[in-house]
C-alpha cells in the first residue's frame, strides 16, 4: 500500500498546482498560434513547448540539473543566444536600400520613439496597485517597441530577467501581428493623395559601400556607444560575412543552421521563464498592454517623421514607409508595400520601405545600448 | 509620491537623451554614408561594373525563368528570319 502511495505521489495528477496547469495551457495557447495561426511559429512553438515543460510537476526542468536550467543560464543569461541570433540577422541583412537612400535613417531613428515613451507609460503603470516597475523593468517593457525579438530579450536578460518570459511573448506575438496593428494607424496618419505618392527608383550601390557599411557602424559605436557594441557588433560581424563575399560557407551558416539551432534553444529557455509565479500577475497584462502601445507609438511616429520630410524635401517621400521604421523586418516593409498597393496598384515601396526597416533594427540596438548604459549601471 | 515623481523625472530625461542620441548617432551615419562611401564609390569604378553584371544577371534570370524553351523560341525566332529572308530575297 505504501509503495502504491509513493507511486501515487510520483504521478503528475497528483503534484499539479492551479498554476501549472494555467501555463501549461498558456504553453498550449501559444502552440496554437505558432501551429494554427503561424505566429512568428520559429520561436513560439519551441516557447510554448518550453512553456509546457517547465511546468511539469516534479520533473525539474528548470530547477538546477534541469535541462532548460541549463539551457537559460548558458544561452540567454549570459546574452550568448540572441547575439548570436543579431549575427545571423545581420547576415540576411541587405543595406542596399539604406546606402541608397540615407535620409531613411532618420525613419528608423524617429520610430524608436515607441521604446522611449513607453518608458513613461510603464512608470505610470505603477498607479495601479500589484504593479511596481522600476526603471531598470521599464526599460526592459520598453524595448518591446523596437520590434526586435533578439533586443528584447538580451536587454531584458541584463536588466529585468524576473519580466523576460512575458517581454519576449509580448515582443514575439506583437511582431506577429504587425500586418494588424500598424495599416489602421497607417492610413489614420496619412491622407489618400500621400499613399498615393511614388517614389523616384533607387541608385545601384556598390560594393566597396556595402562591405564598408557596416564597419563604418561598428566604428562609430565603438567611439560613441559602447554599451551597444555587443548587439552591433555582432550584426555588422554577420553583415561583413555576408557583403565581403570571401566567406560564403560562414555566412551561409550564420544565416541558416546556426541561426535555426539558435532559435530552438533561445525559444526553450525563454519557455523556462514562464512559470507560473513568474508570469500569471497583473505586470503580465501591464507587459502586454504596454508592447502594444509602444509598437502603436513607433508606427505612428516613424509614419509622421515621414510626412514632415516629405513636405520638407525636394524628394517626394510616401509617408507609409515611416512605418517601416519599428524593424520587424521584413514584415513591416511588406505591410508599407502591401497599404501603399492599396492607394495606387502602380506603387511599389517594398525596397524604399526596407531602408527605414533596417534603419529601425540599428536604432533599436542603439536605443538598446542607450538604455543599458543610462539604466544598466 | 515623491519617489513617483523622481521616477517620471528620470524617465522624461531618459527619453530625451535616447532620442536626441538616437538622432545624432544615426545622423552622423547619413552624414558618413553621404561622404564616405558616396566618394569610394566614385573613386573606384565598382558601379561600372555593376550595370553590366546586373544586365547579365537579368539575361540569365530571363534564360532561367522561360527554362528550355528558350533555345526553342531562338530557334524558331532564327527560322522564321531565315525564312523571311530567303522569301524576302526572292521576291
Not at chain 1, 225 to 234: Q, R
Not at chain 2, 3 to 13: L, P, R
Not at chain 2, 54 to 63: F, L, Q
Amino acid at each position: 500500500m505504501d509503495s502504491l502511495n509513493t507511486l501515487w505521489l510520483s504521478t503528475g495528477l497528483a503534484n499539479f498546482e492551479l498554476g501549472q496547469v494555467i501555463m501549461m495551457l498558456v504553453g498550449c495557447g501559444l502552440l496554437y498560434l505558432s501551429i494554427a495561426r503561424k505566429f512568428e511559429p520559429l520561436l513560439l512553438l519551441p516557447m510554448g513547448f518550453g512553456a509546457i515543460l517547465t511546468n511539469i510537476p516534479a520533473a525539474g526542468f528548470s530547477e538546477v540539473g534541469g535541462l532548460l536550467h541549463y539551457i537559460y543560464y548558458a544561452g540567454i543569461d549570459t546574452g550568448i543566444f540572441p547575439l548570436i541570433i543579431f549575427m545571423g540577422v545581420g547576415a540576411m541583412t541587405d543595406f542596399s536600400a539604406l546606402i541608397a537612400n540615407p535620409k531613411t535613417l532618420l525613419l528608423g531613428a524617429a520610430a524608436q520613439f515607441g521604446i522611449f515613451a513607453t518608458l513613461f507609460g510603464a512608470i505610470a503603470l505603477n498607479y495601479v496597485p500589484g504593479i511596481e516597475f522600476t526603471l531598470k523593468d521599464a526599460s526592459a517593457i520598453a524595448i518591446i517597441g523596437g520590434a526586435d525579438g533578439p533586443t528584447a530579450i538580451f536587454l531584458a536578460s541584463k536588466l529585468a530577467p524576473e519580466l523576460l518570459g512575458a517581454i519576449a511573448v509580448a515582443a514575439y506575438s506583437y511582431m506577429a501581428l504587425v500586418p494588424i496593428i500598424q495599416p489602421p494607424i497607417m492610413r489614420a496618419l496619412t491622407t489618400e493623395d500621400e499613399r498615393k505618392i511614388e517614389m523616384a527608383q533607387l541608385r545601384p550601390v556598390t560594393k566597396i559601400e556595402k562591405v564598408i557599411f557596416p564597419l563604418g557602424v561598428l566604428m562609430m559605436t565603438i567611439f560613441f556607444l559602447p554599451s551597444a557594441t555587443p548587439l552591433v557588433g555582432m550584426f555588422c560581424l554577420g553583415n561583413l560575412m555576408r557583403e565581403s563575399g570571401v566567406v560564403d560557407r560562414l555566412s551561409t551558416t550564420a544565416q541558416n543552421e546556426l541561426i535555426n539551432i539558435t532559435t530552438i534553444f533561445l525559444g526553450l529557455g525563454v519557455g523556462s521563464k514562464l512559470s507560473s509565479e513568474a508570469f500569471l500577475n497583473v505586470e503580465t497584462l501591464g507587459i502586454l498592454a504596454l508592447g502594444a502601445v509602444a509598437f502603436s507609438i513607433g508606427t505612428a511616429s516613424g509614419v509622421l517623421m515621414a510626412k514632415t520630410m516629405n513636405k520638407l524635401s525636394n524628394e517626394q517621400i510616401n509617408p507609409l514607409i515611416g512605418a517601416a521604421g519599428v524593424s520587424a523586418v521584413p514584415m513591416a516593409a511588406r505591410v508599407a508595400n502591401k497599404v501603399g498597393l492599396e492607394a495606387n496598384p502602380h506603387n511599389f515601396l517594398l525596397m524604399h520601405a526596407m531602408g527605414p526597416n533596417v534603419a529601425g533594427v540599428l536604432g533599436s540596438a542603439v536605443a538598446a545600448g542607450i538604455l543599458l548604459a543610462l539604466v544598466g549601471g | 509620491m515623491d519617489n513617483m515623481q523622481q521616477h517620471f523625472i528620470e524617465a522624461g530625461t531618459l527619453m530625451l537623451a535616447g532620442m536626441v542620441f538616437v538622432f545624432a548617432f544615426l545622423g552622423i551615419l547619413i552624414f558618413f554614408i553621404n561622404t564616405v562611401l558616396a566618394r569610394l564609390a566614385i573613386r573606384f569604378p565598382d558601379p561600372i561594373v555593376t550595370p553590366t553584371t546586373r544586365i547579365n544577371k537579368k539575361n540569365k534570370s530571363a534564360n532561367a525563368n522561360s527554362g528550355d524553351i528558350s533555345p526553342q523560341v531562338v530557334a524558331a525566332i532564327g527560322g522564321a528570319i531565315k525564312r523571311y529572308r530567303t522569301e524576302h530575297g526572292q521576291t
